[in-house]
Protein backbone atom coordinates (compact mmCIF):
# COMPACT_ATOMS: atom_id res chain seq x y z
CA UNK A 1 0.00 0.00 0.00
CA UNK A 2 2.75 2.13 1.10
CA UNK A 3 6.36 2.55 -0.92
CA UNK A 4 8.34 3.95 1.99
CA UNK A 5 11.46 5.37 -0.52
CA UNK A 6 8.57 7.51 -1.55
CA UNK A 7 8.08 8.93 1.71
CA UNK A 8 10.16 11.71 3.72
CA UNK A 9 7.69 13.34 5.97
CA UNK A 10 4.58 11.23 7.74
CA UNK A 11 2.12 13.62 9.71
CA UNK A 12 -0.31 11.65 11.90
CA UNK A 13 -3.15 12.72 13.58
CA UNK A 14 -3.97 11.47 16.98
CA UNK A 15 -7.39 11.55 17.93
CA UNK A 16 -8.77 8.13 16.12
CA UNK A 17 -5.84 7.55 14.34
CA UNK A 18 -3.13 7.14 17.42
CA UNK A 19 -5.55 6.66 19.84
CA UNK A 20 -8.95 5.27 20.35
CA UNK A 21 -11.71 7.71 19.35
CA UNK A 22 -13.88 5.73 21.83
CA UNK A 23 -12.58 7.94 25.19
CA UNK A 24 -13.55 11.48 23.49
CA UNK A 25 -17.19 9.93 21.77
CA UNK A 26 -17.65 8.69 25.33
CA UNK A 27 -16.95 11.60 27.31
CA UNK A 28 -18.91 14.41 25.01
CA UNK A 29 -22.01 12.02 23.91
CA UNK A 30 -22.18 10.64 27.48
CA UNK A 31 -19.88 11.94 30.03
CA UNK A 32 -20.12 15.64 29.74
CA UNK A 33 -24.40 15.71 28.77
CA UNK A 34 -24.63 13.33 32.36
CA UNK A 35 -22.41 15.78 34.15
CA UNK A 36 -24.08 18.77 32.65
CA UNK A 37 -27.76 17.65 33.92
CA UNK A 38 -27.00 16.55 37.00
CA UNK A 39 -25.40 19.94 37.33
CA UNK A 40 -28.54 21.50 36.63
CA UNK A 41 -30.84 18.72 37.54
CA UNK A 42 -32.31 17.87 33.90
CA UNK A 43 -33.72 15.43 32.15
CA UNK A 44 -30.43 13.57 30.77
CA UNK A 45 -32.08 12.92 26.85
CA UNK A 46 -33.19 16.65 26.67
CA UNK A 47 -29.89 17.47 27.57
CA UNK A 48 -28.12 15.24 25.30
CA UNK A 49 -30.08 16.59 22.30
CA UNK A 50 -29.27 20.33 23.05
CA UNK A 51 -25.41 19.67 23.75
CA UNK A 52 -25.00 17.45 21.18
CA UNK A 53 -27.16 20.60 18.77
CA UNK A 54 -24.87 22.66 20.17
CA UNK A 55 -21.49 21.00 19.30
CA UNK A 56 -22.64 19.82 15.75
CA UNK A 57 -23.17 23.69 15.02
CA UNK A 58 -19.60 24.76 15.67
CA UNK A 59 -18.47 21.85 13.37
CA UNK A 60 -15.20 22.02 11.16
CA UNK A 61 -14.63 25.42 12.93
CA UNK A 62 -12.17 25.60 15.66
CA UNK A 63 -14.44 26.18 18.49
CA UNK A 64 -15.25 22.44 17.84
CA UNK A 65 -12.10 21.10 19.19
CA UNK A 66 -11.45 24.52 21.72
CA UNK A 67 -11.77 23.44 25.40
CA UNK A 68 -11.71 26.97 26.60
CA UNK A 69 -14.83 27.71 24.02
CA UNK A 70 -16.68 24.96 25.63
CA UNK A 71 -15.77 25.56 29.51
CA UNK A 72 -17.15 29.02 29.28
CA UNK A 73 -19.84 28.17 27.07
CA UNK A 74 -21.27 25.56 29.70
CA UNK A 75 -19.59 26.92 32.25
CA UNK A 76 -17.68 24.02 33.15
CA UNK A 77 -14.48 23.05 33.75
CA UNK A 78 -14.38 20.54 30.57
CA UNK A 79 -10.41 19.83 31.28
CA UNK A 80 -10.53 18.73 34.48
CA UNK A 81 -14.11 16.58 33.56
CA UNK A 82 -11.66 15.05 30.93
CA UNK A 83 -9.21 14.30 33.72
CA UNK A 84 -11.81 12.57 36.05
CA UNK A 85 -11.61 9.81 32.54
CA UNK A 86 -8.55 9.54 31.73
CA UNK A 87 -8.00 5.91 32.51
CA UNK A 88 -9.89 5.57 29.00
CA UNK A 89 -7.37 7.28 27.00
CA UNK A 90 -6.07 4.29 25.46
CA UNK A 91 -3.52 3.99 22.35
CA UNK A 92 -4.61 2.38 19.25
CA UNK A 93 -3.29 -1.46 18.35
CA UNK A 94 0.11 -1.45 16.99
CA UNK A 95 0.69 2.11 16.79
CA UNK A 96 3.65 2.17 19.41
CA UNK A 97 5.64 -0.50 17.44
CA UNK A 98 4.60 1.62 14.42
CA UNK A 99 6.06 4.87 15.51
CA UNK A 100 9.16 2.56 16.90
CA UNK A 101 9.94 1.27 13.22
CA UNK A 102 8.94 5.11 12.12
CA UNK A 103 11.82 6.60 14.96
CA UNK A 104 14.26 4.37 13.50
CA UNK A 105 14.38 5.25 9.93
CA UNK A 106 15.10 8.36 8.07
CA UNK A 107 11.35 9.73 8.18
CA UNK A 108 10.77 13.10 9.69
CA UNK A 109 7.03 12.31 11.86
CA UNK A 110 5.19 15.20 12.85
CA UNK A 111 2.09 14.96 15.40
CA UNK A 112 -0.81 16.91 13.80
CA UNK A 113 -4.24 17.10 15.97
CA UNK A 114 -7.06 19.43 16.25
CA UNK A 115 -7.21 18.73 20.03
CA UNK A 116 -6.61 21.74 22.31
CA UNK A 117 -3.20 22.26 23.72
CA UNK A 118 -4.42 21.32 27.38
CA UNK A 119 -6.47 17.98 25.85
CA UNK A 120 -3.44 17.30 24.20
CA UNK A 121 -0.98 18.18 26.96
CA UNK A 122 -3.51 15.42 28.73
CA UNK A 123 -3.12 12.64 26.65
CA UNK A 124 0.37 12.91 26.02
CA UNK A 125 0.91 12.98 29.86
CA UNK A 126 -1.65 9.44 29.51
CA UNK A 127 0.13 7.30 26.82
CA UNK A 128 3.90 8.63 27.10
CA UNK A 129 4.10 8.82 23.26
CA UNK A 130 5.62 12.62 22.94
CA UNK A 131 9.24 11.07 22.31
CA UNK A 132 8.45 9.78 19.80
CA UNK A 133 7.80 13.02 17.44
CA UNK A 134 9.98 15.29 15.89
CA UNK A 135 7.77 18.22 16.67
CA UNK A 136 4.02 18.28 17.64
CA UNK A 137 2.14 20.66 16.20
CA UNK A 138 -1.77 21.76 17.51
CA UNK A 139 -4.74 23.38 15.62
CA UNK A 140 -4.68 26.37 17.94
CA UNK A 141 -1.26 27.32 17.58
CA UNK A 142 -2.01 28.70 13.90
CA UNK A 143 -5.38 29.43 15.01
CA UNK A 144 -7.16 27.55 12.12
CA UNK A 145 -8.18 23.83 12.10
CA UNK A 146 -7.21 21.32 9.70
CA UNK A 147 -10.41 21.76 7.63
CA UNK A 148 -8.65 25.12 6.58
CA UNK A 149 -6.32 25.18 4.13
CA UNK A 150 -4.54 28.04 6.52
CA UNK A 151 -3.49 25.53 8.76
CA UNK A 152 -1.60 23.61 6.33
CA UNK A 153 -0.16 26.69 4.64
CA UNK A 154 1.52 27.43 8.39
CA UNK A 155 2.27 23.92 9.26
CA UNK A 156 5.02 23.96 5.73
CA UNK A 157 6.18 27.30 6.65
CA UNK A 158 7.46 26.47 10.15
CA UNK A 159 8.12 22.79 9.41
CA UNK A 160 8.62 22.83 5.45
CA UNK A 161 7.67 19.72 3.82
CA UNK A 162 7.80 18.61 0.32
CA UNK A 163 3.78 17.23 -0.01
CA UNK A 164 4.84 14.88 -2.93
CA UNK A 165 6.51 13.10 -0.31
CA UNK A 166 3.98 13.07 2.39
CA UNK A 167 1.90 10.66 3.83
CA UNK A 168 -1.02 11.75 6.16
CA UNK A 169 -2.56 9.32 8.29
CA UNK A 170 -6.46 10.90 9.62
CA UNK A 171 -9.65 9.48 10.57
CA UNK A 172 -11.52 12.57 9.39
CA UNK A 173 -12.39 12.37 5.75
CA UNK A 174 -12.81 16.55 5.77
CA UNK A 175 -9.41 16.94 7.15
CA UNK A 176 -7.87 14.29 4.17
CA UNK A 177 -10.12 16.07 1.68
CA UNK A 178 -8.29 19.73 3.09
CA UNK A 179 -4.77 17.99 2.94
CA UNK A 180 -5.22 16.77 -0.42
CA UNK A 181 -6.63 20.04 -2.00
CA UNK A 182 -3.38 21.27 -0.31
CA UNK A 183 -1.35 18.94 -2.59
CA UNK A 184 -0.66 16.00 -0.24
CA UNK A 185 -0.06 13.40 -2.58
CA UNK A 186 -0.20 10.12 0.36
CA UNK A 187 -3.41 10.31 2.69
CA UNK A 188 -4.55 7.14 4.17
CA UNK A 189 -7.40 6.66 7.18
CA UNK A 190 -8.80 4.18 9.35
CA UNK A 191 -11.53 2.09 8.94
CA UNK A 192 -12.46 1.83 12.49
CA UNK A 193 -11.25 4.95 15.03
CA UNK A 194 -13.83 3.95 17.98
CA UNK A 195 -12.76 0.63 18.76
CA UNK A 196 -16.66 0.26 20.18
CA UNK A 197 -18.25 0.93 17.18
CA UNK A 198 -18.21 -1.27 13.73
CA UNK A 199 -15.63 -0.87 11.50
CA UNK A 200 -16.41 0.83 8.30
CA UNK A 201 -16.32 -1.19 4.85
CA UNK A 202 -15.01 1.10 2.49
CA UNK A 203 -13.95 4.71 2.34
CA UNK A 204 -13.22 7.67 0.10
CA UNK A 205 -9.39 7.45 0.48
CA UNK A 206 -6.87 4.26 0.92
CA UNK A 207 -7.67 3.13 4.82
CA UNK A 208 -6.29 0.32 7.00
CA UNK A 209 -7.68 -1.32 9.80
CA UNK A 210 -4.76 -1.01 12.23
CA UNK A 211 -1.26 -0.10 11.70
CA UNK A 212 0.66 -3.33 11.13
CA UNK A 213 -0.39 -3.25 7.61
CA UNK A 214 1.91 0.08 6.69
CA UNK A 215 4.96 -1.05 8.85
CA UNK A 216 7.79 0.68 7.89
CA UNK A 217 10.11 -2.48 8.19
CA UNK A 218 8.06 -5.16 8.73
CA UNK A 219 10.24 -8.98 9.49
CA UNK A 220 8.84 -9.34 5.23
CA UNK A 221 10.69 -6.65 4.03
CA UNK A 222 13.58 -5.68 6.58
CA UNK A 223 16.52 -7.35 5.29
CA UNK A 224 15.50 -5.95 1.83
CA UNK A 225 15.23 -2.24 3.29
CA UNK A 226 18.24 -0.20 2.12
CA UNK A 227 20.63 0.35 5.24
CA UNK A 228 19.78 3.98 5.23
CA UNK A 229 15.95 3.28 5.83
CA UNK A 230 16.48 2.15 9.81
CA UNK A 231 19.86 3.70 10.52
Known amino acids: MINWHTIDTVLLDMDGTLLDLHYDNHFWLEYLPRRYADKHQRPIDEVKAELFSQIMSQKGHLNWYCLDYWSQ ?13 KHMIVIRP ?26 LVLKLE ?3 LEPWFDEI ?3 HDYQAPKEQQQFWQQLQQ ?8 TLFIDDSISVLESAQ ?7 LTLLQPDSKKAAQ ?17 TSKNKNNTPSSQHE
Open 158 to 165: QHPFDPAK
Open 126 to 128: QTG
Open 137 to 139: VAS
Open 201 to 217: TKSDFPSILHFDEIMPL
Open 73 to 85: RLEMDIIELKREI
Open 94 to 119: HVEEFLRQLRHSHHQVILVTNAHRDG
Open 181 to 187: QYGIKHL
